[in-house]
């Protein structure tokens, strides 16, 4: 009797604990997608994106090596060091929004 329920009960913790990691992991994510819009919206404080376009290299680098940082963090291997997990592609998007709203603004 008791020592099913405690199996349960770990059970139960892995699953948690498996699941605040794809969490953190989404929140991250997150986080990286809404900075493309900080990045976008402070260079173009004075003239719009029309204006300048994406002519920047180092700029362009950077949302290139941001992107893939983030991608090689959450896929590459060292997620357990980091206390993430691996999430599907559609964990991505909740920050697209958020950045939208950003750039918008």
Known sequence: GKDVKQCQNIA???????????????????IVVVQWADLLICKTRWLSIRQQGLRNSIL????????????????????????????????????IPWSMMIFMY
Do not use: D
């Not at 699953?15 to 929140?27: G, N, R």
């Not at 680098?61 to 090689?72: D, H, K, N, R, S």
């Open 60 to 95: 362009n680098f950077g949302l290139f090596f941001e992107t893939l940082l983030a991608a090689w963090l959450c896929y590459g291997g060292i997620f357990e060091v980091l206390g993430t997990q691996p999430i599907r592609f559609t964990h991505w998007m909740p920050g």
């Open 12 to 30: 139960s913790r892995m699953i948690q604990k498996k699941a605040l990691m794809h969490a953190q992991a989404a929140y991250w994510v997150s």
